[in-house]
């Protein structure tokens, strides 16, 4: 029997709590991090699930991972980091739950995007109502404000994404 310290969702945890910290370190989540952890989750998939399914199983995931965040990643509002650690976090929980995670860690970013608009006060200038759309409809995490550009560490709403999902019913 496999313990829960084993599970895709307990190194899940660890990923994103280690992510968190350099993103709020050093604004990077660097490789030598989610990488690993791709190993890992289609290790601890295969084990769980069996050679063939479990190694399907995380690069599903690792695929939706990757794919549910290449549009904001495109845009530019989002960091070649937090697209690999989407990545990582779906090789360990798989395509379903990395999805979830993904729509509940972007309406933590809105919410985060929301209050620094409204704190820079930029929903009540007409000039700048195409770049808060972009960053309320897309959740880019760029804040433009007085021709500064700002960003959160999006690490932080995938946290938050994560856990809303584990109190919403996802797998422990």
């Known amino acids: 029997m496999i313990s829960w310290i084993q599970t ?21 989540i660097p ?11 289609i290790w601890l998939n295969a084990v ?21 965040f ?10 070649g980091g937090d697209v690999k650690l989407l990545g990582a976090i779906g090789s360990l929980v798989g395509p379903l739950a990395v999805s979830w995670i993904f729509l ?23 000039t700048g109502i195409v770049e808060d759309l972009k960053v309320l409809i897309f959740n880019l995490s760029p804040v ?6 700002e960003s959160i560490p999006y690490s932080v709403p995938i946290l938050t994404g994560y856990i809303a999902y584990l109190i919403a019913g996802g797998a422990v």
């Not at 895709?8 to 990077?28: N, Q, Y």
């Not at 309406?107 to 007409?126: E, P, Q, W, Y």
């Open 8 to 28: 895709p969702f307990s190194g899940t945890m660890v990923l994103i709590c280690i992510a968190v910290c350099t993103d709020l370190l050093w604004r990077k």
């Open 31 to 41: 490789n030598w991090l989610t990488m690993p952890f791709v190993v890992l989750g």
């Open 48 to 68: 769980q699930l069996g050679m063939g399914p479990g190694v399907f199983w995380a690069l599903k995931g690792l695929a939706a991972g990757l794919l549910v």
């Open 70 to 79: 290449i549009v904001p990643f495109l845009l530019g509002g989002a960091g």
């Open 104 to 126: 509940y860690g972007a309406m933590a970013g809105g919410v985060v995007s929301l209050f620094l608009l409204l704190k820079k006060k930029r929903l009540s200038s007409l």
């Open 144 to 149: 433009l404000a007085a021709g500064k550009r």
